[in-house]
């Protein structure tokens, strides 16, 4: 075999046989390579079947063929002889492991890693090889119905911290609600499809709004996202979906999800939470226009909107808060009582012309009667009330805004107010509430990506650490809209913590003991997250932070990394001679797959000129699949053994978040 195809020189690197452009040209019926292959009778006869003067090739016969008798160097090869396939089967091939919606390992760690390395591709039109920023980090392992058991097990956390007006705290205690839930603001470090099974026995139907912000998948170059930004749709989908399903669970009945998307996979998610949430529960989509001036160097048209899609856990019990969006609007509201901000309106009818004159309108001609200081307001004759009627400053009779009828409701419903103007008139006002009919598009200025993400970040943080940040008010406007007193939202694309702002942003406007939950993996979106939230709390000066901030805290941990941790390792590994270095590590402490022969993968794989001449990510891939995907953290059921080292305090305080 080797020997027909040596006959076709596109096919070989060295004395490497590339079986990517080997199946490429086979996929795409390359006339010249199936003449060689025809001009071999022992391969004729075995991977063609003649049927009158045509053939048919038995493509995949003669695929597994080159698999399994290790012609080049591959993943595949190597699989085999460490013991990560089946029955002769691979992995991906045994049907007793395969899911509608496998947990890959891309869902727990290709797909948060960040683009810095490249790909090679075979080019499908002159079968060149090409190169290209990292698609994805594809291990493309799927883990068994059993293992995904083990996956969702609570898991040890760790170097817990509280952060305080005062700065950084010891945490002695975790404070809990008269119902015994978790009252603390958090921000958790983690994978978080298991931080989100982590956190399901507690809040469980306990979370308000979630907002998320997930990688947009826009294919994008590697200075625009810090996520792996370039999955193929159906990874993305897969990736979201596990994550969709958890979270759905969390929210109450009357619950909310608001997800940002723009439109690279707004049609795929859409049909998505469809499917998830069920298409009655759609509340709407929202297009918010994020960057006005559009980006620069588009082909077609120029983006400048996203979109947000909100989904009702059940749409029978959801509401929309009645408040005002537009802050200039929400100026005009300078009066406050115990139920919040309000202005008058002169309950005296100016407008309408004609029709609101007496002579039109009789029924909304009538005397109310106010006390001399104002306090009592009624429509029955009293001696010693002043007598008001519908007259403006000219003499002209008009009518009030509404009938006797309404006027008694609304003066029972405390929404009548009666003061002198500045001719000593006594004046009947009707309270007026922030409130407007929310429309699909968001187009104020406030919502600018730029002005009120990136800068006022850079603003808070010191420098811009981060790409693309949400507006604040976007976010804060979607915690207006649907959360209240005592409510939970969570984040779980955290990123870097604008949501956990936007909460305490309007919980310093409005004093309603709201609750945020953050979950984030990358380490330094971590970080700025951790600095932005804690500067919050601790300096008030910072442009656009309200007084309120300074009664405000949060506390901070990470679920405990296991072979997470080694993942890690082997993704900072720049050469072959520091993955190898890492090897006899990842034997002696870190949990390998049950299949894997660490015999053989040292004897027969590690030293061998196919190996090191492999790609440094090809290398990772296979370093990686040595692990067991299921151990990424330590289980809590576990956190007690010594080989973990976890502090006791740590320990202790993981005992409490789970009470």
Same mark, same amino acid.
């Given at each position: 075999?080797?020997?027909?195809?040596?006959?076709?020189?596109?096919?070989?690197?060295?004395?490497?046989?590339?079986?990517?452009?080997?199946?490429? +040209?086979?996929?795409?019926?390359?006339?010249?390579?199936?003449?060689?292959?025809?001009?071999?009778?022992?391969?004729?006869?075995k991977?063609?079947?003649?049927?009158?003067?045509?053939?048919?090739?038995?493509?995949?016969?003669?695929?597994?063929f080159?698999?399994?008798?290790?012609?080049?160097?591959?993943?595949?090869?190597?699989?085999?002889i460490?013991?990560?396939?089946?029955?002769?089967?691979?992995?991906?091939?045994?049907?007793?492991?395969?899911?509608?919606? =496998?947990?890959?390992?891309?869902? +727990?760690?290709?797909?948060?890693?960040?683009?810095?390395?490249e790909?090679?591709?075979?080019?499908?039109?002159?079968?060149?090889?090409?190169?290209?920023?990292?698609?994805?980090?594809?291990?493309?392992?799927?883990?068994?119905?059993?293992?995904?058991?083990?996956?969702?097990?609570k898991?040890?956390?760790?170097?817990?911290?509280r952060?305080?007006?005062?700065?950084?705290?010891?945490?002695?205690?975790?404070?809990?609600?008269?119902k015994?839930?978790?009252?603390?603001?958090? #921000?958790?470090?983690?994978?978080?499809?298991?931080?989100?099974?982590?956190?399901?026995?507690?809040?469980?139907?306990?979370?308000?709004?979630?907002?998320?912000?997930?990688?947009?998948?826009?294919?994008?170059? /590697?200075?625009?996202?810090?996520y792996?930004?370039?999955? =193929?749709?159906?990874?993305?989908?897969?990736?979201?979906?596990?994550?969709?399903?958890?979270?759905?669970?969390?929210?109450?009945?009357?619950?909310?999800?608001?997800?940002?998307?723009?439109h690279?996979? +707004?049609?795929?998610?859409?049909?998505?939470?469809?499917?998830?949430?069920?298409?009655?529960?759609?509340?709407?989509i929202?297009?918010?226009?994020?960057? =006005?001036?559009?980006?620069?160097?588009?082909?077609?048209?120029?983006?400048?909107?996203?979109?947000?899609?909100?989904?009702?856990? *059940?749409?029978?019990?959801?509401?929309?808060?009645?408040?005002?969006?537009?802050?200039?609007?929400?100026?005009e509201?300078?009066?406050?009582?115990?139920?919040?901000?309000?202005?008058l309106?002169?309950?005296?009818?100016?407008?309408?012309?004609?029709?609101?004159?007496?002579?039109?309108?009789?029924?909304?001609?009538? =005397?109310?009667?106010?006390?001399?200081?104002?306090?009592?307001i009624?429509?029955?004759?009293?001696?010693e009330?002043?007598?008001?009627?519908?007259?403006?400053?000219?003499?002209?009779?008009?009518?009030?805004?509404?009938?006797?009828?309404?006027?008694?409701?609304?003066?029972?419903?405390?929404?009548?107010?009666?003061?002198?103007?500045?001719?000593?008139n006594?004046q009947?006002?009707?309270?007026?509430?922030?409130?407007?009919?929310?429309?699909?598009?968001?187009?104020?200025?406030?919502? &600018? /990506?730029? &002005? &009120?993400?990136?800068? #006022?970040?850079?603003?808070?943080?010191?420098? *811009?650490?981060?790409?693309?940040?949400?507006?604040?008010?976007?976010v804060?406007?979607?915690?207006?809209?649907?959360?209240?007193?005592?409510?939970?939202v969570?984040?779980?694309?955290?990123?870097?913590?604008?949501?956990?702002?936007?909460?305490?942003?309007?919980?310093?406007?409005?004093?309603?003991?709201?609750?945020?939950?953050?979950?984030?993996?990358?380490?330094?979106?971590v970080?700025?997250?951790?600095?932005?939230?804690?500067?919050?709390?601790?300096?008030?000066?910072?442009?656009?932070?309200?007084?309120g901030f300074?009664?405000?805290?949060?506390?901070?941990?990470?679920?405990?990394?296991?072979?997470?941790?080694?993942?890690?390792?082997?993704?900072r590994?720049?050469?072959?001679?520091?993955?190898?270095?890492?090897?006899?590590? #990842?034997?002696?402490?870190?949990?390998l797959?049950?299949?894997?022969?660490?015999?053989?993968?040292?004897?027969?794989?590690?030293?061998?000129?196919?190996?090191?001449?492999?790609?440094?990510?090809?290398?990772?891939?296979?370093?990686?699949?040595?692990?067991?995907? *299921?151990?990424?953290?330590?289980?809590?059921?576990?956190?007690?053994?010594?080989?973990?080292?976890l502090l006791?305090?740590?320990?202790? #305080?993981?005992v409490?978040?789970?009470?």
């Amino acid at each position: 075999m080797m020997d027909v195809l040596k006959k076709d020189k596109r096919l070989w690197d060295g004395n490497t046989l590339n079986k990517t452009l080997l199946f490429e +040209l086979l996929e795409n019926y390359d006339k010249e390579l199936f003449e060689i292959l025809l001009s071999d009778s022992d391969i004729e006869k075995k991977y063609f079947v003649k049927v009158g003067n045509s053939y048919l090739f038995k493509y995949e016969d003669f695929r597994f063929f080159i698999e399994q008798n290790k012609l080049g160097a591959s993943f595949t090869k190597y699989k085999n002889i460490i013991g990560l396939s089946n029955k002769g089967k691979y992995l991906s091939e045994n049907t007793d492991y395969v899911l509608e919606w =496998p947990y890959k390992d891309t869902v +727990l760690q290709g797909g948060m890693s960040s683009e810095e390395d490249e790909d090679t591709y075979i080019d499908k039109k002159d079968f060149s090889r090409k190169t290209t920023l990292r698609q994805e980090i594809f291990f493309n392992n799927i883990i068994s119905v059993e293992e995904i058991d083990k996956l969702r097990d609570k898991k040890a956390l760790k170097n817990f911290k509280r952060f305080t007006s005062k700065g950084e705290e010891q945490i002695i205690d975790i404070k809990r609600d008269s119902k015994g839930i978790i009252s603390e603001n958090m #921000l958790i470090k983690g994978n978080n499809l298991l931080a989100l099974h982590c956190l399901e026995e507690q809040f469980s139907e306990k979370v308000k709004l979630i907002y998320i912000d997930p990688p947009y998948n826009t294919g994008g170059d /590697a200075d625009i996202f810090t996520y792996n930004n370039k999955y =193929p749709h159906s990874t993305w989908l897969t990736f979201m979906k596990n994550r969709l399903d958890i979270a759905i669970k969390l929210l109450r009945e009357d619950g909310v999800l608001a997800l940002t998307i723009d439109h690279f996979e +707004l049609f795929y998610v859409g049909v998505l939470l469809d499917e998830i949430f069920g298409r009655e529960n759609r509340i709407g989509i929202v297009s918010i226009v994020h960057k =006005p001036e559009g980006r620069q160097f588009s082909k077609y048209f120029s983006p400048s909107n996203e979109y947000m899609l909100v989904y009702a856990k *059940n749409i029978e019990h959801a509401k929309m808060n009645e408040v005002l969006l537009d802050d200039e609007k929400n100026k005009e509201y300078d009066r406050s009582d115990f139920l919040g901000n309000y202005k008058l309106q002169n309950f005296l009818r100016t407008g309408g012309g004609d029709v609101s004159l007496r002579k039109n309108k009789p029924e909304g001609w009538y =005397p109310i009667y106010v006390s001399k200081d104002g306090k009592s307001i009624q429509l029955d004759y009293k001696k010693e009330f002043i007598k008001v009627l519908p007259i403006t400053k000219s003499g002209q009779e008009r009518t009030w805004t509404a009938s006797s009828k309404t006027f008694q409701k609304y003066l029972s419903g405390g929404e009548i107010i009666a003061e002198k103007d500045s001719d000593n008139n006594m004046q009947i006002y009707r309270i007026a509430r922030p409130k407007e009919i929310i429309k699909t598009h968001w187009v104020l200025p406030k919502y &600018h /990506a730029i &002005h &009120h993400g990136t800068n #006022l970040l850079a603003k808070i943080v010191g420098k *811009n650490k981060f790409s693309y940040p949400k507006s604040l008010y976007a976010v804060s406007d979607v915690v207006k809209l649907f959360t209240e007193e005592n409510d939970i939202v969570l984040d779980f694309f955290s990123g870097s913590a604008t949501t956990g702002h936007a909460v305490m942003f309007e919980e310093s406007v409005k004093k309603l003991n709201r609750q945020f939950i953050l979950i984030e993996q990358v380490d330094n979106q971590v970080e700025v997250g951790k600095e932005r939230l804690s500067k919050l709390i601790k300096d008030k000066s910072i442009e656009k932070v309200p007084s309120g901030f300074n009664d405000i805290d949060f506390i901070y941990f990470e679920l405990a990394e296991y072979n997470q941790e080694a993942k890690n390792k082997i993704d900072r590994c720049k050469s072959f001679k520091e993955l190898k270095k890492l090897f006899l590590e #990842l034997t002696n402490y870190y949990f390998l797959h049950y299949n894997v022969s660490i015999k053989k993968f040292n004897e027969e794989v590690l030293d061998t000129d196919d190996f090191k001449k492999l790609d440094l990510n090809e290398q990772k891939i296979i370093f990686n699949a040595l692990l067991d995907n *299921n151990q990424l953290y330590i289980s809590y059921d576990e956190q007690d053994d010594p080989r973990f080292n976890l502090l006791e305090e740590d320990k202790k #305080l993981t005992v409490k978040f789970y009470e």
